[in-house]
C-alpha cells in the first residue's frame, strides 16, 4: 500500500518561511513525478509545484514562482517544498502527490493524480 504523508506545516508570519516534506512509502516511486497541490478554506484544490524523477525538471503554479522551490531526495524516498517569502494567500492544506504524468501535465485542469497524501496545514499570519 502507497503511503505519502507530509509534514512541516504550521503557523508562520508573512514573509517568513516553511519547508514542506513528504517521506513516501510502500512501494518504489522513484521513478514517478511528485508534486504538491493546496486548498485553501472554500476554494479548490490547486496545483502548487511538480519535479520530474530526476529532479532535473521542475514546474511551479504562477502564484508560487520565485518564492516556493520544489526538490527531491530518491535515496530517502522524500519531496520537499520550501516556502519563502509567505504571504497570507498562501494559507492553505498542502497535500503531497505523486504520478507517473510528466510535470507541465500536473497544472492542467482536472489532472488526474493517481497517489495523495493527506495534508498538511500552513497558516500565514498579516
Known amino acids: 500500500q502507497a503511503q505519502l504523508v507530509e509534514s512541516g506545516g504550521g503557523l508562520v508570519q508573512a514573509g517568513g518561511s516553511l519547508r514542506l516534506s513528504c517521506a513516501v512509502s510502500g512501494r518504489t516511486f522513484s521513478m514517478y513525478t511528485k508534486g504538491w497541490f493546496r486548498q485553501a478554506p472554500g476554494k479548490e484544490r490547486e496545483f502548487v509545484a511538480a519535479i520530474n524523477w530526476s529532479g532535473f525538471s521542475t514546474y511551479y503554479a504562477d502564484s508560487v514562482k520565485g518564492r516556493f522551490t520544489i526538490s527531491r531526495d530518491n535515496a530517502k524516498n522524500t519531496v520537499y517544498l520550501q516556502m519563502n517569502s509567505l504571504k497570507p494567500e498562501d494559507t492553505a492544506v498542502y497535500y503531497c502527490?505523486?504520478?507517473?504524468?510528466?510535470?507541465?501535465?500536473?497544472?492542467?485542469?482536472?489532472?488526474?493524480?493517481?497517489?495523495w497524501g493527506k495534508g498538511t496545514l500552513v497558516t500565514v499570519s498579516s
Open positions: 502527490a505523486a504520478d507517473v504524468k510528466a510535470t507541465t501535465a500536473w497544472g492542467l485542469p482536472s489532472v488526474g493524480i493517481q497517489y
